[in-house]
């Protein structure tokens, strides 16, 4: 006799169900990584131009502003990529939440699965005893 799992669709869907978690989290985590990335990207470039800014004589005014202009962009800039980075870091906090939740269900899915199996292993095991009693006292009359 095979030991079957009375609730096998379940955990499949509670393993599909991670799965597809871990795989959300990952690209998350993905997107945090880019968005830090271009973060360094910008503040090396903002830093170069402000110690550039020391060093150059302008030819006109226009280049002045112009420049300046330049800073300004880049400092607006790095604004949008924190203000993106801290809702990706809530999205990671939540999506990690989500998976916390689902990896708590499957596991308890598992244990189950396990509580089920010793059940099981406990019942062919009686029946085998009881078989092997029948055969020794079937033995044994004769």
Known sequence: M???FSLESV???REHEEKVQKQKLAEKLNKKKHLNALKEKLKRKLESHMNENGNSTYENLHDLQRKQQYINDLHNKVKKVNSSLESVKKAVDQQ???LADVHKKRHIMEKVKEGEREIFL???SKQQRKVMDEVATQTFSR
């Open 2 to 4: 095979k030991f079957e």
């Open 11 to 13: 955990l499949k869907v």
């Open 122 to 124: 406990e019942e062919m």
């Open 96 to 98: 990690r939440d989500k």
